[in-house]
């Protein structure tokens, strides 16, 4: 059976995440935090052994004191059964196989256990995506590897069903930030230490004119009056809970004794043939 061939490229992820060094560039993930945060607050229930998968755990050691931090790996370092909450904080996108990501977070929860998920939705960067995309095509005839393939939000809600999770919800927090230029954005990605390692890029040098076309066009594209460009981010939040038998469970069909109608007390009038 052959292996699905892999969407990253650790290695040059690890050397792209160890070149940030400004704590400001990682604004997403503090907004990540502060969303988490806020989201346990309203959960009534004290987490005694949580875990957070993340590749900055700085960030994160002040809001959840106790926590055990671990990298994003392709296989998680966790023990099955060890926590009451994992949260995986905007890492998800660039894993080759988020499915087995969120199984293995599921595996190490106790039952009625949390997972809270945080990951980058299928509009993020869309502006430059398209700006990019439309400059390497009109220069080189072609189109390569250059941005990760973000899910939409139903298809990441899917994917906690399919990784056993029980009550999922997904929803979605769209962020408008603006730069000076589209190639100010790009620096920024790279501060961010979220510029290009997929397995099947190119191994050379964008060429300078492709990035100049591609500013070109962003900016004619998507410049505000100001004279700067619009950024679209979108933070996607999954929720699921590892199955125990003291959740709401689904009624079966027809078991229901009382009709929608004498809930609601209103009148039921059946329809004609």
């Not at 995506?129 to 009109?138: D, I, M, N």
């Amino acid at each position: 059976m052959t292996q699905p061939p892999l969407l990253t490229d650790r290695k040059t992820l690890a050397l792209h995440r160890a070149r940030v060094h400004d704590p400001a560039a990682l604004f997403l993930h503090d907004l990540a935090r502060d969303e988490a945060q806020d989201r346990l607050s309203m959960v009534n229930r004290s987490f005694t052994d949580p875990a957070v998968i993340t590749p900055f755990p700085t960030i994160w050691k002040d809001a959840l004191p106790g926590a055990r931090f671990l990298d994003d790996a392709d296989t998680l370092d966790l023990t099955e059964g060890a926590h009451d909450l994992v949260i995986h904080a905007l890492a998800l996108h660039w894993a080759n196989d988020p499915v087995g990501q969120l199984i293995q977070c599921r595996r190490a929860l106790r039952p009625d256990g949390l997972l809270l998920c945080l990951t980058f939705g299928g509009d993020t960067l869309s502006e430059l995506r398209s700006a990019l995309a439309t400059a390497e095509a009109e220069i080189t005839g072609g189109l390569s590897p250059r941005v990760l393939p973000m899910g939409e939000i139903r298809d990441l809600g899917a994917l906690m069903q399919r990784a056993g999770f029980a009550l999922p919800v997904a929803d979605a927090m769209p962020l408008n930030t603006s730069y000076q230029s589209p190639l100010h954005l790009m620096r920024e990605l790279r501060s961010m230490g979220e510029t290009n390692a997929l397995q099947q890029r190119l191994r050379r040098p964008t060429r300078r004119t492709v990035l100049l076309r591609a500013a070109q066009i962003y900016a004619e594209t998507h410049g505000t009056e100001d004279g700067r460009i619009p950024a679209t981010f979108e933070i996607i939040t999954l929720t699921g809970w590892a199955p125990d038998a003291s959740q709401p469970q689904p009624l079966r069909p027809g078991s229901a004794t009382q009709s929608l109608a004498a809930a609601l007390g209103t009148l039921e009038k059946p329809l004609k043939d």
